[in-house]
């Protein structure tokens, strides 16, 4: 399974949940799937995703909050799954498409092949922790997944490629983008 | 540390000019307001400065005014966040930056950043004062009104002994 697939057999479960997408191919390979109101693209910041998710999430505890996250964004900001975890946050989910690499940038290794991320999540503390590694498993558990009481940390395992982004650069500015999430979050403009 | 009277007109001066999102880590400079914001459950102690960038984003754009408290050392931390985040997307928050090395006479470890921090915030056009204790209401007046009109980060800096 890669990003693309991932990311297909997820949007038909995404209603009205806040998006948080990490920077690089995962906001470009999001964006080239779904987009509205709700969705975030976090182009610069790398690592702050969950960060941002998590300010979302306790700004507005009735609304439930979807970050869209990779290996990479999660091992540069690894206290953040600690503090994410302490906070307990019920409406976050924090989904971690783990492809081993720095797809981005030239796809050189990360260490998450090493270290199982959602093992750190689960020692945090995250209220639920899964893994997924084949297509099937994520289309018979993300319904599941995405309305658990949070804070939930999916691991979701895919392969790089194919050659090349995954979808288009970002078209909306980033004030317009600011200013769409205010208004989706019911904050005064 | 227990609160003070000064840190406790402090605070109540932000919630007066509508701040409402407490975040940060710590500095000795500023542990009386943050003992302060502790008391009234107003404070979410983050683990890293940028981090806490990240938390104060967020709650911006879910209808919150952030504050992100931090000592200078963390501004260098931030930096990525601040330009790449804040200043990009149009997120105002309050940045209460402590100023070790202030004048010099400090530690060791926070001369050079004490030395540039206003230079740096001039680089990052981040407008900022550094209030004397007669002046903290005018200044966070401004800066509220500052954040509110460029839409953009604004910051204190607080000199040594500017809280009991």
């Known amino acids: ?189 | 540390m227990t609160a003070s009277a000064s840190a406790a007109r402090f605070v109540d001066s932000l919630q007066a000019a509508g701040f409402d999102f407490f975040t940060g880590v710590p500095c000795s400079l500023v542990q009386s307001v943050i003992a302060e914001l502790e008391q009234r459950g107003l404070y979410f102690g983050e683990t890293r400065e940028d981090a806490a960038l990240g938390v104060a984003a967020g709650a911006y754009m879910a209808g919150r005014l952030p504050v992100v408290i931090m000592q200078n050392s963390g501004l260098g931390v931030s930096l990525n966040a601040l330009g790449s985040l804040h200043l990009l997307y149009d997120m105002p928050c309050l940045l209460l930056v402590t100023w070790r090395g202030f004048d010099r006479n400090d530690a060791p470890e926070h001369l050079i950043m004490g030395e540039v921090m206003p230079r740096l915030l001039d680089l990052f056009d981040i407008p900022h004062q550094a209030p004397l204790a007669d002046d903290v209401d005018a200044a966070i007046a401004w800066a509220a009104h500052t954040l509110g009109e460029r839409r953009k980060p604004v910051c204190l800096a607080v000199r040594p002994g500017l809280f009991a």
Do not use: K
């Not at chain 1, 975030?40 to 609304?63: D, E, H, N, T, V």
């Not at chain 1, 290794?109 to 090493?114: C, H, K, P, Q, Y």
């Not at chain 1, 498993?137 to 895919?158: H, K, M, N, Q």
């Open chain 1, 1 to 189: 399974m890669m990003v693309r697939e991932a990311l297909e057999i997820i949007a038909p479960h995404l209603g009205d949940e806040v998006c948080v997408h990490s920077n690089g191919y995962m906001s470009r390979a999001a964006f080239g799937v779904r987009d509205a109101e709700s969705c975030f693209y976090m182009i610069g910041s790398m690592g702050l995703a969950s960060s941002i998710g998590l300010g979302m999430a306790l700004g507005q505890p009735g609304r439930r909050v979807v970050v869209f996250d990779g290996d990479g964004n999660v091992l540069m900001n690894m206290g953040t799954l600690a503090r994410i975890a302490t906070a307990a946050p019920e409406n976050l989910v924090h989904l971690c498409f783990d492809n081993g690499a720095h797809a981005s940038t030239g796809a050189q290794a990360t260490i998450s092949g090493d270290v199982q991320l959602e093992e750190v999540a689960r020692a945090a503390g995250y209220r639920s922790v899964a893994r997924i590694e084949t297509s099937a498993a994520l289309t018979s558990e993300i319904g599941d997944l995405l309305t658990r009481r949070g804070p939930v940390f999916v691991l979701v395992r895919i392969e790089l490629g194919p050659d090349g982004p995954p979808g288009p650069r970002i078209t909306h500015t980033p004030r317009e983008m600011t200013d769409r999430l205010r208004r989706a979050l019911g904050a005064s403009p």
